[in-house]
């Protein structure tokens, strides 16, 4: 993927974020794991928004520990929730809090 369309992606997920915050007060975010949305997340982690006011949860995740490489906790935590985004509620599927409240509908 190309840096402008990695920075046009993560500018449009951001600009959801903004309408989902500005309509209910939150946003819930599903994300994927693998090495392939890490440069839409070197973008969407230095966009400024209500990072508090979004959850965070993966749609799936290898079971390896939560420091492990092939962890995609790990990568969310490496390269999305730093910088503006490390006030981002993520919610792991490996240590499941994981609760219907907890997250905004849709998604």
């Known amino acids: 993927m190309e840096k402008g369309e990695s920075l046009k992606l993560a500018k449009s997920i951001a600009q959801s974020l903004n309408a989902e915050i500005e309509q209910n007060g939150n946003a819930s975010l599903v994300l994927s794991g693998g090495q392939s949305p890490i440069q839409i997340f070197y973008h969407l982690n230095q966009i400024h928004l209500e990072w508090s006011k979004v ?6 995740d290898r ?3 939560k420091d492990h490489n092939d962890s995609n906790e790990k990568l969310v935590k490496d390269h ?3 910088n503006e985004a490390k006030k981002a509620n993520y919610i ?3 240590h499941p809090r994981l609760s219907h409240d ?3 509908f849709p998604f």
């Open 55 to 60: 959850s965070i949860v993966l749609g799936d």
């Open 63 to 65: 079971i390896v520990s």
């Open 80 to 82: 999305l929730l730093i």
């Open 102 to 104: 907890s997250l905004a």
């Open 92 to 94: 792991s599927l490996l």
